[in-house]
């Protein structure tokens, strides 16, 4: 049988071409010296090795008769990889984003770590005040530490009419003694002015309307009035109405309804009333005043392009001085010259 064999082997050699037959010489050799490489130790295939049989494997089609140390598919998946290879350094990035300077890197992770309860859209909005061209996702990136994104807020109606519309809720503060205070916001939705701020112990509808009053001349009252259904409401309708203001009334447990001073009353909250204590109602209302001034002149917002209620000049030139605001919880950045 052997002989036969030998026979069969001898006549096919003779029938097959040069060419193949000095391939096929080339892969056994190729495989010898893998061999003789590795002869102390475990087989091991060098890159070159992998780029011949993957070579071999392309232009020639009976490459897996002579192949011994490694099996077909191994090739295939060496030849597979490289393919990737290949369309990864084709498909690479050629251009990108310019590159953050170490000051604004710098200056970012000071004004994060000096204002904790900031996130990316607000130190965006200060360095734009700074003449700083930096995208808001750079500003992410260099941040110290996390931040969440802000919320979705209400927009279906409210941006349609926002010229007139005004906002109006309470909230409610707790003092040293456990005292309640009832803090009135009445808030403008075109540039998120805050109108009217009043503290009181006993919000009576008589109060109410006289906030009104003294809130809105009779010259520059808005078209509509969006509030809840507190009852500390009950007595403005009659002085609405005589003031040309029409009432929109929020759905039971619907706050999202009234979405921008339910922002406001967070803000307030998270930035300023959370980190101090209250002791009587003039004291309350000192540091509302002090957060309005901070609010409407020295914070950005993201539904104003990153700019204040009362706009914000923007400043290209001078050294950047930090401005303690709201007892130091946030500060305003200005340049100044040298």
């Not at 953050?100 to 859209?121: F, K, Q």
């Not at 279906?156 to 519309?165: A, I, M, S």
């Not at 998120?192 to 809105?216: D, G, I, Y």
């Not at 919880?329 to 100044?336: A, V």
Request: proline residues 5%; glycine residues 6%; positive net charge.
């Amino acid at each position: 049988m052997s002989t036969v064999f030998a026979l069969l082997s001898a006549l096919w050699n003779c029938v097959r071409s040069r060419a193949e037959l000095q391939l096929e010489l080339l892969a056994l050799r190729q495989q010898i010296h893998v061999l003789e490489r590795s002869r102390r130790s475990r087989l091991r295939l060098s890159r070159a090795d992998r780029v011949f049989w993957v070579w071999l494997s392309r232009v020639w089609t009976g490459w897996r008769r002579p192949l011994i140390i490694v099996q077909p598919a191994t090739v295939i998946a060496w030849h597979r990889q490289g393919f990737q290879w290949w369309w990864r350094w084709k498909s690479r990035r050629r251009t990108g984003r310019p590159l953050v300077s170490p000051d604004v890197r710098a200056l970012i992770r000071t004004m994060c770590e000096a204002n904790p309860l900031w996130g990316a859209p607000r130190i965006h909005g200060e360095l734009l005040k700074l003449g700083l061209v930096i995208s808001q996702a750079s500003v992410a990136r260099y941040m110290v530490g996390g931040r969440r994104p802000p919320s979705q807020t209400w927009r279906t109606c409210l941006t349609n009419h926002k010229h007139q519309l005004m906002a109006a809720d309470f909230f409610v503060v707790p003092t040293v003694t456990y005292r309640l205070l009832f803090v009135l916001v009445l808030l403008a939705h075109d540039r998120r002015r805050l109108v009217h701020l009043a503290v009181t112990a006993h919000p009576t509808a008589v109060w109410t309307a006289q906030q009104l009053r003294e809130a809105c001349p009779w010259d520059a009252s808005p078209r509509f009035l969006v509030r809840d259904r507190d009852h500390a409401f009950d007595g403005l309708s009659a002085t609405a109405n005589a003031m040309g203001i029409h009432e929109v009334l929020a759905a039971p447990g619907a706050p999202w309804q009234n979405s921008y001073v339910e922002r406001f009353i967070g803000s307030v909250r998270r930035e300023c009333l959370d980190h101090m204590l209250v002791f009587n109602e003039s004291g309350l209302l000192q540091v509302l005043r002090g957060y309005r001034d901070y609010y409407e002149r020295s914070r950005t917002h993201l539904a104003l392009a990153k700019d204040t209620p009362i706009p914000r000049p923007v400043m290209g030139d001078g050294v950047v001085v930090a401005i303690p605001e709201t007892g130091g919880l946030h500060h305003r950045y200005e340049r100044h010259a040298a």
